[in-house]
């Protein structure tokens, strides 16, 4: 846990955000121990924008991998940061019901939750009417 958590602080050093000036980090952990890094990427068209969850996910998915047993995402917040209602459905896509999203922060604030806890009654394949 402590090592994903430290790769999410690393990649939020990375973020590029001149606009809101909030810097996300996250990183995923794969079934079989590799770890992937996200941070968020602002756009002067904010529709634009990614958050650092996402990139993250999607860096993993690019490598090959469709299932992240655990996500850590940290922010420069008071308490621990909290992911946004679309980082929160792709989550659903990739990670099991019990899988693990860690919250933190740059204090060491930490809440550990399951995918299921933050987005509860989610849409997700099993609820496709066509399988």
Not at 28 to 48: P, R
Not at 58 to 74: P, R, S
Not at 91 to 99: I, L, P, S
């Amino acid at each position: 846990m402590n090592e994903l958590i430290e790769q999410a602080q690393q990649a939020r050093r990375q973020a590029y955000v001149p606009y809101s000036h909030f810097a996300v980090g996250a990183a995923v952990l794969t079934d079989d121990g590799k770890i992937f890094q996200g941070c968020n990427i602002e756009n002067g068209s904010y529709g634009m924008t990614i958050c650092a969850e996402r990139v993250a996910m999607f860096n993993a998915v690019l490598a090959g991998y469709h299932h992240f047993k655990t996500i850590a995402v940290t922010g420069d917040t008071h308490g621990a940061v909290s992911p946004c209602g679309a980082c929160r459905q792709v989550m659903t896509e990739f990670m099991h019901a019990d899988d693990q999203v860690i919250l933190t922060n740059l204090n060491n604030d930490i809440k550990k939750f399951t995918v299921d806890q933050i987005l509860p009654y989610s849409f997700s394949l099993k609820d496709d009417p066509i399988k």
